[in-house]
């Protein structure tokens, strides 16, 4: 079936720094993919996606690739802040029609000021 | 107004007892979900329906059963509770393929003692 794998948290940055998330998939369909944002105490939510091969999606400063040939979909950002520390979920969506998304493990970003 | 109510919020169950965790949701949505949340594991997909009066089971709906009975309502039954079922459930909902996006819940947490 269809797997993600993720940078193992938690990410300790300081603000302004650089970050980068790993993320990586498996799968036998042509998929669309996601980032997910969580904040404490709330559900998860969506950064953005990215339908096709060799796009990029972005959002709140945050941005990936789709990068169909190294299946990656790695989640950067140029200079974090203390409000970006949540957890950050890479999704796989198996084209069945149904929406039905594979989630990775999560990150824990914590960003100090 | 969140448009994915999750009740209850919060739960102490006992080992062998009956749980329904109920989902309401206002975006006028086809599907819905139900997803478990672990340290470690990530979000998993236990059941989900994309009609009223119909479910289907996901990647790990074991000891787990569901009900849709109207397009804004679905509940997640655990008639025999365990200790092993102690975790964060979160519903979503999603509109008909392709946009993909799931708008989740905030979360049940539930601890089976």
């Known amino acids: 079936g269809d797997s993600v794998t993720q940078t193992e948290g938690p990410v300790t940055l300081s603000e302004g720094t650089s970050l980068t998330v790993n993320c990586s998939y498996e799968?036998?369909?042509?998929?669309?993919l996601f980032w997910y944002v969580q904040y404490p105490g709330e559900g998860p939510q969506l950064l953005f996606k990215v339908p096709k091969a060799n796009e990029k999606g972005s959002n709140r400063g945050f941005e990936a690739t789709y990068n169909k040939e190294a299946t990656s979909f790695h989640l950067q950002k140029a200079s974090v802040q203390e409000s970006d520390s949540a957890v950050y979920y890479c999704?796989?969506?198996?084209?069945?029609?149904?929406?039905?998304?594979?989630f990775g493990k999560g990150t824990v970003l914590l960003v100090s000021p | 107004e969140a448009a994915v109510t999750q009740s209850p919020r919060s739960k102490v169950a006992v080992t062998g007892g009956k749980v329904t965790l109920s989902c309401h949701q206002t975006?006028?949505?086809?599907?819905m979900y139900w997803y478990r949340q672990d340290t470690g594991h990530g979000l998993r997909l236990i059941h989900y329906?994309?009609?009223?009066?119909?479910?289907e089971k996901g990647d790990i709906p074991d000891g787990y059963k569901a009900s849709r009975p109207s397009q804004e309502n679905f509940s997640l039954i655990l008639e025999l509770a365990s200790l092993s079922q102690t975790a964060v459930y979160f519903c979503?909902?999603?509109?008909?393929?392709?946009?993909?996006?799931?708008?989740f819940g905030e979360g049940s947490k539930l601890t089976v003692l």
């Open positions: 975006n006028n949505h086809d599907y």
């Open positions: 979503a909902s999603s509109d008909r393929w392709p946009t993909g996006q799931l708008y």
């Open positions: 999704a796989l969506g198996d084209g069945s029609g149904y929406n039905k998304l594979t």
């Open positions: 329906s994309y009609v009223a009066d119909s479910t």
């Open positions: 799968t036998k369909q042509y998929p669309t």
